[in-house]
């Protein structure tokens, strides 16, 4: 029997019959032999430094090698699962007292030949010596670490299975000769995402260089293919699954890379509560059953009354946020222990705190694929611009922020609505605001969306009601549930105009506390009390007005795409008029507006203003974080860099970003209003 090839959705007769994968299983296994060669290469990244050599800059306080007084090597991306040596060759004076990681100096006696110094197995990669010459100067001529056996072996593993699997899956759609074009992109990305920091130190140095010049002809390799491919669909379509392995494997790695970083100094209080969460449980995590007194209960509640405290390296925090949230972190603080051969206990507890985050940009690519499944590419790429674009990854794997976590819940829960699907739409938002309580702005988009298909409200209530309770019954068993509604209700007030996102708020706030240097000084964060009108009360109003208005345009539209539209405008009301906004709160207002497809130039040119506003302002004002120990000492350079960027135009730049960002609302509100016709269901 004859079998008819299908067809992909926007070309036009590309096979993807079943038969091309058996013909595909040498290029597989070609591809996959090279992605594990290339992994293995970059691992043997040498380490010899020597005065005058590219990776003597390394050394700092010596540059010509002499050494006249302490000097610092850091040597960042060191691998040190297993003990190793340093080879110190040098002559001079009575030797150099030698300390290894901070460690207790000792001295080391260097007479022209080499001296060998043991380097113990650390969990994390890198290396810092501090040399200090004894008596008179010292000078050396070469230091060396020489090769050590690597046994990871995952990497390399790893490498192969994936680049062995982008063939097989690319050959159900292309000629092997293109499926392969789509295993050397996979190859050659993973060697150069798996190459230390140390290899790029070493630059231009020969070894170095080679490995470079290895990791990268894959590509070239691929290049080729592609240019002697026929134009037509199937070289469009090995170029656009290589673009989708690319953004795979980029947002794999940013995310792994800084996933132990410390993050931003809000991941201090997720940190508190993790163990508090791990060592009392969710139920007590807010205190115990005593303490909300009894009668303290409206006192404590309104604010009155100091509430329960808990105390953690010498600080006391307040836990204000919902019990899914501690929940989810106090399963990551047990999860991260399947890292703790890697990594020391300060990097797990940042591993932990980041964890529900990533795990939520990682859920966030399923759930745009279902929520984009009637269109496939544009679902495909949706979720692969999300995954790879830093308007997602900044704000959880770099900076710890919990908003990714909670994210593609409220796209699911909004998806359904429009869907005509109550059940799974009130219970999904329940989960959703039962990890922080601003997912509850996207109600109203999905009431309308219920009304519009017709139906029943009653079952969302009582799906997200039922939700509830049973997330809250242990509570009552503990006799703690006064205490967790005291302390997730004052979360509500923020004392501050703006916590940092770019809005009316934040400007009215410079001008309030403007000091010495006028208009161009940094803005500082205004409290609530300075502004000499009730703030709150303005900023709640100002967002009714504009959730009925967005409401109102929405109202009898149906479809997911325009519930998520409206869903996603409220966010960004939500962050333009509301007070107390932080940088990060508007999270969700992106991948929303992915959940829609993108259908239209204008919203796709709108996507793309709101996104580079709000990574410029985050990075503005919180930088990349923090670092902890030496696996982060060749990012040292950069961080200068992102710090100089808030006022490199000489006057702080997110008052520009605060004005951009009410121009794209404007816009966003005026395109909405204006579009009378439906958008596509998605």
């Known amino acids: 029997m004859e079998t008819r090839p299908r067809q992909v959705k926007g070309l036009n007769t590309i096979d993807v019959s079943r038969s091309g994968v058996p013909r595909a299983l040498l290029p597989a296994l070609a591809a996959g032999m090279l992605a594990a060669l290339l992994a293995l290469l970059v691992k043997t990244t040498p380490v010899a430094l020597e005065p005058g050599r590219p990776q003597w800059r390394l050394m700092r306080g010596a540059p010509d090698g002499r050494l006249a007084q302490r000097s610092v090597l850091v040597v960042p991306g060191l691998e040190r699962a297993d003990a190793r040596q340093l080879r110190v060759t040098g002559a001079g004076g009575n030797g150099v007292l030698l300390g290894v990681d901070g460690g207790t100096p000792a001295p080391v006696r260097l007479a022209g030949d080499a001296v060998l110094i043991p380097i113990p197995a650390s969990r994390a990669p890198g290396l810092r010596l501090e040399l200090q010459p004894l008596d008179g100067p010292v000078t050396l001529s070469r230091l060396e670490v020489p090769h050590g056996l690597d046994r990871r072996r995952a990497p390399i593993v790893c490498a192969f299975v994936i680049a062995l699997a982008a063939v097989l899956a690319a050959a159900r759609l292309l000629p092997p000769s293109l499926a392969l074009v789509v295993g050397l992109v996979t190859a050659s990305l993973l060697a150069l995402a798996g190459a230390p920091a140390l290899l790029w130190l070493a630059l231009p140095e020969p070894p170095a260089l080679a490995r470079v010049v290895a990791a990268f002809a894959p590509l070239l390799a691929a290049a080729v293919l592609v240019a002697r491919a026929a134009l037509g669909p199937e070289r469009r379509l090995a170029l656009r699954l290589s673009g989708l392995v690319a953004c795979a494997i980029f947002g794999a790695f940013v995310r792994g890379f800084f996933l132990p970083s410390t993050g931003a100094w809000d991941t201090e209080y997720w940190k508190a509560w993790s163990?508090?969460?791990?060592?009392?449980?969710?139920?007590?995590?807010?205190?115990?059953?005593?303490?909300?007194?009894?009668?303290?209960?409206?006192?404590?509640?309104?604010?009155?009354?100091?509430?329960?405290?808990?105390?953690?390296?010498?600080?006391?925090?307040?836990?204000?946020?919902?019990?899914?949230?501690?929940?989810?972190?106090?399963?990551?603080?047990?999860?991260?222990?399947?890292?703790?051969?890697?990594?020391?206990?300060?990097?797990?507890?940042?591993?932990?705190?980041?964890?529900?985050?990533?795990?939520?940009?990682?859920?966030?690519?399923?759930?745009?694929?279902?929520?984009?499944?009637?269109?496939?590419?544009?679902?495909?790429?949706?979720?692969?611009?999300?995954?790879?674009?830093?308007?997602?990854?900044?704000?959880?794997?770099?900076?710890?922020?919990?908003?990714?976590?909670?994210?593609?819940?409220?796209?699911?829960?909004?998806?359904?609505?429009?869907?005509?699907?109550?059940?799974?739409?009130?219970?999904?938002?329940?989960?959703?605001?039962?990890?922080?309580?601003?997912?509850?702005?996207?109600?109203?988009?999905?009431?309308?969306a219920l009304l519009a298909s017709r139906a029943s409200l009653a079952r969302a209530?009582?799906?997200?009601?039922?939700?509830?309770?049973?997330?809250?019954?242990?509570?009552?068993?503990?006799?703690?549930?006064?205490?967790?509604?005291?302390?997730v209700y004052r979360i509500l007030f923020q004392e501050r105009l703006a916590g940092g996102y770019p809005n009316p708020w934040w400007l009215i706030g410079h001008a309030l506390t403007l000091g010495p240097g006028g208009w161009s000084a940094p803005v500082q964060y205004a409290r609530i009390e300075l502004f000499p009108l009730p703030a709150r009360l303005i900023g709640t109003l100002l967002f009714l007005v504009a959730a009925i208005f967005i409401c109102w345009r929405q109202h009898g539209r149906r479809g997911s795409a325009a519930a998520?539209?409206?869903?996603?405008?409220?966010?960004?009301?939500?962050?333009?008029?509301?007070?107390?906004?932080?940088?990060?709160?508007?999270?969700?207002?992106?991948?929303?507006?992915?959940?829609?497809?993108?259908?239209?130039?204008?919203l796709r040119a709108q996507f793309s203003l709101a996104s580079l506003v709000y990574v410029l302002n985050m990075l503005a004002v919180s930088g990349i974080g923090r670092f902890h120990g030496l696996r982060y000492a060749a990012l040292e350079p950069l961080l200068p860099a992102v710090a100089s960027l808030r006022m490199a135009l000489g006057f702080d730049l997110t008052l520009l970003l605060a004005v951009a960002n009410v121009a794209v609302f404007a816009w966003m509100l005026a395109a909405f209003a204006a579009r009378d016709e439906a958008l596509p269901a998605v």
Not at 465 to 487: E, K, M, Q
Not at 580 to 592: A, C, D, I
Request: with cysteine.
């Open 275 to 448: 163990e508090r969460a791990v060592t009392h449980g969710v139920t007590q995590v807010y205190g115990d059953a005593d303490a909300v007194p009894s009668g303290h209960f409206l006192s404590q509640l309104r604010g009155d009354e100091e509430r329960f405290q808990i105390e953690w390296r010498g600080r006391r925090f307040t836990i204000d946020y919902p019990p899914l949230a501690l929940l989810l972190w106090r399963f990551t603080n047990r999860g991260a222990a399947a890292f703790a051969s890697s990594l020391d206990p300060e990097e797990l507890r940042s591993v932990a705190a980041k964890l529900p985050a990533v795990l939520g940009d990682l859920l966030a690519v399923p759930a745009l694929l279902w929520t984009l499944r009637r269109r496939p590419w544009t679902a495909l790429w949706c979720a692969a611009l999300y995954w790879a674009l830093p308007v997602s990854w900044l704000s959880s794997a770099v900076l710890g922020f919990l908003d990714g976590s909670f994210a593609p819940l409220l796209l699911l829960a909004v998806a359904m609505a429009g869907e005509a699907r109550p059940i799974p739409a009130g219970a999904l938002l329940a989960l959703a605001c039962l990890i922080k309580p601003t997912s509850g702005l996207v109600a109203p988009a999905m009431i309308v």
């Open 461 to 487: 209530f009582a799906a997200g009601g039922a939700v509830v309770a049973v997330a809250l019954l242990p509570f009552v068993l503990a006799g703690t549930l006064s205490t967790a509604i005291v302390h």
């Open 564 to 602: 998520l539209l409206s869903a996603a405008l409220s966010f960004f009301a939500y962050g333009m008029v509301a007070v107390g906004v932080h940088e990060n709160h508007p999270h969700p207002l992106f991948l929303l507006l992915l959940g829609t497809g993108l259908p239209s130039r204008a």
